[in-house]
Nanobody, 125 residues
Framework: EVQLQASGGGLVQTGGSLRLSCAAS????????ITWFRQAPGKEREAVSC????????YSADFVKGRFTISSNNAKNTVYLEMNNLEPEDTAVYYC??????????????????WGQGTLVTVSS
């Protein structure tokens, strides 16, 4: 069974940090790119950061550069999103998703058909 298990969300104050985890099972991890998306209330789901185990490509949205870091522990089939200096605008449900191959220069949610369940990040001002 293919499964992406997202975890690590929570409530933090402005300037705080969280680390999200996405544990993958049932897929050949080395063939996939894992992307973190987020969706705030009333807004479209947007890509945050991507890492590909297929070709090493990565992607980070402009709004998180310098604050968020994506990494992977291949031994654990887990991708992490380290989020620092969080802002209220980062409040959203964060999802991880998997796609065969590389990270697109502009990942869009409708390209992906493997999704985790989402984890809520709330940043208070």
């Amino acid at each position: 069974e293919v499964q992406l298990q997202a975890s690590g969300g929570g409530l933090v104050q402005t300037g705080g940090s969280l680390r999200l985890s996405c544990a993958a099972s049932g897929i050949n991890y080395d063939d996939y790119a894992i992307t973190w998306f987020r969706q705030a209330p009333g807004k479209e789901r947007e890509a945050v950061s991507c890492i590909s185990h297929y070709d090493g490509s990565t992607y980070s949205a402009d709004f998180v550069k310098g604050r968020f870091t994506i990494s992977s522990n291949n031994a654990k089939n887990t991708v992490y999103l380290e989020m620092n200096n969080l802002e209220p605008e980062d409040t959203a449900v964060y999802y991880c998703a998997a796609l065969l191959g590389y990270c697109s220069p502009y990942p869009v949610y409708f390209e992906y058909n493997l999704w985790g369940q989402g984890t809520l990040v709330t940043v208070s001002s």
